[in-house]
């Protein structure tokens, strides 16, 4: 089951989430997440963007990926952007993401709406959308 966002104790409080200044900001004090393009390494989706963390031996990895980009080839306007965990160590303990695979749900502006640890299933990633769209 998909979750809503979580705070995340070592996320920088600072920084404009339509500015790409290169690591993860919080906006307000309600602990909102926003990421960006410059943050993920791709563009964001125009409605919604399903970001995954994943790492190369990972078996659940693949098979969400596969989950992510099928849900991603059907509704218009949502992104797929995968991450490679090991290789993004300082956005992976910023986002205390603790296995893999782990996926967040951006809206469209990058503001985190959801996140799940573990392999989703599609119909759950599509009703997460529902909140992100």
Avoid at 2 to 18: Q, S
């Amino acid at each position: 089951m998909m979750r809503g966002p979580r705070r995340a104790g070592r996320v920088r409080r600072d920084g404009d989430p339509a500015r790409g200044s290169g690591r993860v900001r919080v906006r307000g004090h309600d602990g909102e997440v926003w990421l960006g393009a410059a943050e993920l390494g791709a563009e964001l989706g125009e409605r919604a963007t399903l970001v995954q963390f994943s790492s190369a031996f990972c078996q659940p990895c693949r098979a969400t990926r596969r989950t992510l980009a099928d849900v991603a080839g059907m509704v218009p306007g949502v992104a797929h952007v995968e991450v490679d965990a090991e290789a993004r160590l300082e956005l992976v303990r910023g986002l205390d993401i603790q296995r893999t695979p782990t996926v967040l749900v951006l809206d469209a502006a990058g503001r985190i709406v959801r996140r799940a640890a573990g392999q989703p299933r599609k119909a759950d990633v599509i009703a997460a959308l529902g909140e992100a769209v």
